[in-house]
C-alpha cells in the first residue's frame, strides 16, 4: 500500500504508543487535529492498523518462561494441519504459532510459570490427539531484543 511520510509518522507513533491523544499524535507528526484523525480511520479501515493491545509484563504475569517448540505432524494432509491449527488457536499458553517450511511443520511460542508447568502443558497438548507426532523445545537463556514495532 502506498503510505506517505505523514502516514508512515503516524504509525510509528501509534506502535510507540497506541493511546496517545490525537491532539498530541497531531502535534508530532505535524498536522490539525482533524485532518490527523481522518489519516488515523483511514489507516484502519485499510487494515494497515490491525487492533490496539496492551502489552503486559510476562514475568510480573507469573509466566516467566518462553518456550520456542518446533513441532512435526503426523501427517501434511489437511485435515492434520486443520486439526493442529484448531488446537493451537484454543490454547492461551500458545502466543505465537506458525506452519513452517523446512525441517520442522510448526513452530509455537509457548508461555509458562515454569518448567514443570511446560512439561504439564506439553504432556497435555502437544499430542497425537492434535496431530503432532514429535515436539523438540528449545528454552532461551537471555532475551536480547523483543519488539512489537515493524521497520517503518
Do not use: H
Request: charged share 30%; hydrophobic share 40%; proline share 3%.
Amino acid at each position: 500500500m502506498d503510505l506517505d511520510d505523514i502516514d508512515r509518522r503516524i504509525l510509528r507513533e501509534l506502535q510507540r504508543d497506541g493511546r496517545i491523544q490525537n491532539n498530541e499524535l497531531a502535534q508530532k507528526v505535524g498536522l490539525s487535529p482533524s485532518p490527523c484523525l481522518r489519516r488515523v480511520k483511514l489507516l484502519e479501515e485499510r487494515g494497515l492498523i490491525d487492533r490496539y493491545v496492551a502489552v503486559l509484563d510476562q514475568a510480573k504475569m507469573g509466566l516467566s518462561m518462553s518456550m520456542f517448540v518446533r513441532v512435526w505432524l503426523l501427517a501434511q494432509d489437511t485435515e492434520t494441519i486443520e486439526v493442529f491449527i484448531s488446537a493451537m488457536k484454543r490454547l492461551p499458553e500458545v502466543v505465537e504459532c506458525y506452519i513452517m517450511l523446512g525441517e520442522s511443520d510448526a513452530l509455537l511460542k509457548v508461555v509458562c510459570e515454569d518448567i514443570e508447568d511446560y512439561r504439564r502443558f506439553q504432556r497435555t497438548n502437544l499430542t497425537r490427539q492434535n496431530g503432532i507426532q514429535n515436539v523438540k523445545t528449545d528454552v532461551p537463556s537471555q532475551v536480547v531484543k523483543q519488539s512489537f514495532a515493524l521497520p517503518i
